[in-house]
């Protein structure tokens, strides 16, 4: 699936299922939640916090999936809102990042 069809489809999936958007703000809630909620399994399965109980550890990268699209949906239902085009916005993200960094990382000590 592309970005596009992404957008399209979360689009169309809100409009049919979900009844409507929440209003921008709340989304912008939703989606800090979401990152919480990654996070959370990120600073147990590569960090230094433990699982609580082993039967959770078997499905953390699972779980972690599952976090990740959510924070994609809810970023997706929010480009859609607010007009903007995320393959778009990702292209000049990326141009710009290769025009700034061009030969940063290569000479950073601490990368090698």
Same mark, same amino acid.
């Given at each position: 699936? #592309?970005?596009?069809?992404?957008?399209?489809?979360?689009?169309?999936?809100?409009? @049919?299922?979900?009844?409507?958007?929440?209003?921008? &703000? #709340?989304?912008?809630?939703?989606?800090?939640?979401?990152?919480?909620?990654?996070?959370?399994?990120?600073?147990?399965?590569?960090?230094?916090?433990?699982?609580?109980?082993?039967?959770?550890? &078997?499905?953390?990268?699972?779980? &972690?999936?599952?976090?990740?699209? *959510?924070? %994609?949906?809810?970023?997706?239902? %929010?480009?859609?809102?607010?007009?903007? *085009?995320?393959?778009?916005?990702?292209?000049?993200? %990326? *141009?710009?990042? @290769?025009?700034?960094?061009?030969?940063?990382?290569?000479?950073?000590?601490? %990368?090698?």
């Amino acid at each position: 699936m #592309t970005i596009e069809e992404a957008q399209t489809t979360v689009d169309s999936w809100i409009k @049919t299922i979900g009844v409507r958007y929440f209003n921008e &703000l #709340t989304n912008t809630a939703v989606l800090m939640e979401e990152v919480g909620e990654m996070s959370r399994l990120m600073a147990r399965i590569y960090g230094e916090q433990s699982f609580k109980n082993k039967e959770k550890e &078997l499905t953390a990268k699972d779980d &972690l999936a599952g976090e990740m699209a *959510d924070v %994609l949906f809810v970023l997706i239902c %929010l480009a859609n809102q607010t007009g903007i *085009d995320l393959t778009e916005a990702l292209q000049k993200s %990326l *141009d710009k990042k @290769t025009k700034r960094d061009k030969n940063r990382h290569k000479g950073n000590e601490k %990368l090698r």
